[in-house]
Nanobody, 124 residues
Framework: QVQLVESGGGLVQAGGSVRLSCAAS????????VGWFRQAPGKEREFVAA????????TYRNSLKGRFTISRDNAKNTAYLQMSSLKPEDTAVYYC?????????????????WGQGTQVTVSS
């Protein structure tokens, strides 16, 4: 059974940075794309960023380009999301999931069940 576990969230001041981790068990991440998504209170889950299985290709939500960076370490079966220059509107629960490729991830076409996510709260 595939399990995705997100971690690294917390309370951060506006302008600060945080790095999220996505660890997988039951699936070898090196064979799939990985996407990050977020869901703010009262809003639908939205795409944030995705990285190809090799790590050579990435794609981002347009409004987040330049502030967020997705990466992966296939040896550790883990993906990351580095978030910088955080704004209060980045407050959300952040989730990771897997997909066939980054295009599918950007369209929310994912393989696995959603994990618990990790809460990121940005204070003004």
């Amino acid at each position: 059974q595939v399990q995705l576990v997100e971690s690294g969230g917390g309370l951060v001041q506006a302008g600060g940075s945080v790095r999220l981790s996505c660890a997988a068990s039951g699936r070898t991440l090196s064979t799939v794309a990985v996407g990050w998504f977020r869901q703010a209170p009262g809003k639908e889950r939205e795409f944030v960023a995705a990285i190809s299985s090799s790590g050579r290709s990435t794609t981002y939500r347009n409004s987040l380009k330049g502030r967020f960076t997705i990466s992966r370490d296939n040896a550790k079966n883990t993906a990351y999301l580095q978030m910088s220059s955080l704004k209060p509107e980045d407050t959300a629960v952040y989730y990771c999931n897997t997909a066939g490729n980054i295009d599918q991830a950007s369209r929310g076409v994912t393989f696995d069940s959603w994990g618990q996510g990790t809460q990121v709260t940005v204070s003004s």
